[in-house]
């Protein structure tokens, strides 16, 4: 039986528009609404397979300064495009998963690496705050969830959409269950590891093993069933990232409380010049108290 959604709406509200010849404002356009915020950015690896802040390699202290891409980023970003560097050396579900100012889009009739769509997020460009609603608010935009063959009509601005069957669950999912169980039973052992390493070998990163060992400040995190339980949590937070899990993980986890009552943040979206488009601001507030683990009743 097929599931009853065939991923359309989500679709209409994730892409940024990527042609800057697309005209229209109208409500079937790619409306780009569907904002990942900075917490989420920056929970992805680094190209070495590790977080952010413990790659030895990685310059963490100068993620939201500007860099220049050059030919060796033009399979994720355009070449001597401005962009922070928060977007430069991240594992290949960064890219494939989330667009960004700057950022390479494969889509809309052009798929070969010479010639892409990428996307520019700066206010008044044509993916960025240059319509009244059409635009993400953070500076990022789900790409995961959109179909490669959509395309925009250029002269009404018509996104059309490519329908697919929103997966209920995955494998890679299964496997990081059984992952998750099998350490907290055992620890973590090498038939453990193997099932993480699965998901990480489709993903294009090295095994647990290997990259924090060479890459990572804490080398030996995953040799304790606390620390491989974290390095569990976050791969399943980025594996399954916009597929409705991470709520779900971060309750029955109980970090929801850690986790939910962080602001909520992105770009300084109502900037053109880069230097003051890549500052930080807080877009809201979220408020998670401990009786929001409990399903509501009526008395």
Do not use: C
Not at 114 to 142: C, D, L, M, P
Not at 230 to 245: Q, T, V
Request: glycine share 8%.
């Amino acid at each position: 039986a097929a599931p009853n959604s065939l991923a359309d709406s989500i679709q209409q509200v994730a892409p940024a528009n990527i042609d800057p010849n697309a005209g229209g404002t109208g409500v079937h356009g790619a409306l780009s609404q569907y904002a990942p915020p900075l917490n989420i950015v920056e929970l992805f690896y680094t190209k070495n397979g590790v977080p952010i802040n413990e790659d030895k390699t990685y310059n963490y202290a100068r993620r939201y300064e500007l860099d220049t891409a050059t030919q060796d980023d033009k399979y994720y970003i355009q070449p001597g495009y401005v962009t922070a560097y928060l977007n430069f050396e991240r594992e290949p579900r960064f890219y494939a998963d989330l667009g960004f100012d700057g950022g390479i889009w494969y889509g809309q009739g052009k798929y070969d690496d010479e010639n892409t769509w990428h996307v520019e997020g700066r206010y008044g460009s044509y993916s960025g705050k240059a319509r009244e609603s059409q635009y993400s608010i953070t500076g990022y935009y789900a790409k995961k969830l959109v179909n490669f063959l959509n395309t925009i009509t250029q002269a009404s601005g018509q996104y059309n959409v490519q329908r697919y069957a929103w997966p209920i669950i995955r494998l890679a999912d299964l496997y990081l269950y059984y992952a998750e169980a099998l350490n907290e039973i055992n620890g973590p052992t090498g038939e453990a590891l193997s099932w993480i390493n699965q998901v990480r070998a489709r993903a294009g990163i090295p095994t647990v093993e290997e990259s924090w060992a060479n890459y990572s400040t804490n080398p030996a995190e995953y040799q304790s069933k606390e620390g491989f339980r974290k390095i569990i949590h976050r791969e399943r937070l980025i594996e399954m990232a916009f597929e409705g899990d991470r709520y779900w993980d971060l309750r029955r986890w109980k970090e929801a409380e850690q986790e939910m009552n962080q602001p909520v943040k992105g770009w300084d979206i109502l900037q053109a010049d880069p230097v003051y488009y890549y500052q930080r601001v807080t877009l809201f507030s979220q408020v998670f108290k401990k009786r929001d683990y409990f399903w509501p009743i009526m008395e």
